[in-house]
């Protein structure tokens, strides 16, 4: 199984790199006996490597059946495609999602379908209304999001030394991390 672990800022000076590589060493450290015998492969997919346009394909992604103009969609298609279950590590920009992110969702549409998700969120209030937006975005592409999230507060987690992850947020990041494990192996007969 394959997760990949979507770093969804591209904002100069993004904090959102820091908090990706924090959940990929977290992961990483996991073994198969946490998570119930499923031998997991993560990866940090940055979505500011893909540079994306913004949708600027003639075919709407839910009928192009992944025939893609665009050079950097198809790279992106790919990716994707290849990856069973998600995690998006999202900043809250204006009480919403970053639009490069939901912009990378949209190119897309069957890449998701019948796929695992969690969410791990900063910003001044943990990231929380761009979780939650998220998961009403994710329902029309079919990605399945677990209940559990990571909330992460710019004011206390975040400084002149960058990230410093609270107390607590491994242990509610390995939580997540198991509950996407069974659901992204729970959501593999709909992909087949």
Do not use: C
């Amino acid at each position: 199984m394959r997760i990949g672990i979507v770093i969804g800022s591209t904002r100069p000076g993004r904090v959102g790199a820091g908090v990706g590589q924090w959940v990929h060493a977290v992961a990483t450290s996991l073994g198969p006996a946490e998570h119930d015998g499923e031998a997991v492969e993560y990866e940090l997919v940055d979505l500011e490597t893909f540079d994306l346009d913004l949708l600027n394909e003639p075919t709407k992604p839910s009928v192009a059946g992944r025939e893609y103009e665009n050079a950097k969609t198809r790279v992106w298609s790919e990716k994707i495609d290849s990856i069973d279950g998600f995690v998006f590590v999202t900043p809250e920009y204006n009480h919403g999602v970053p639009a490069a992110m939901k912009n990378a969702l949209d190119v897309l549409y069957p890449e998701w379908n019948h796929k695992g998700l969690s969410l791990v969120g900063y910003g001044a209030d943990g990231g929380v209304r761009a979780i939650e937006h998220w998961r009403t975005i994710a329902a029309n592409v079919h990605l399945h999001p677990t209940r559990e999230q990571v909330s992460l507060s710019i004011f206390t987690e975040f400084g002149d030394d960058g990230f410093t992850p609270g107390e607590r947020r491994s242990g509610e990041l390995v939580a997540l991390l198991n509950s996407l494990v069974r659901l992204t192996a729970a959501t593999r007969a709909l992909r087949s």
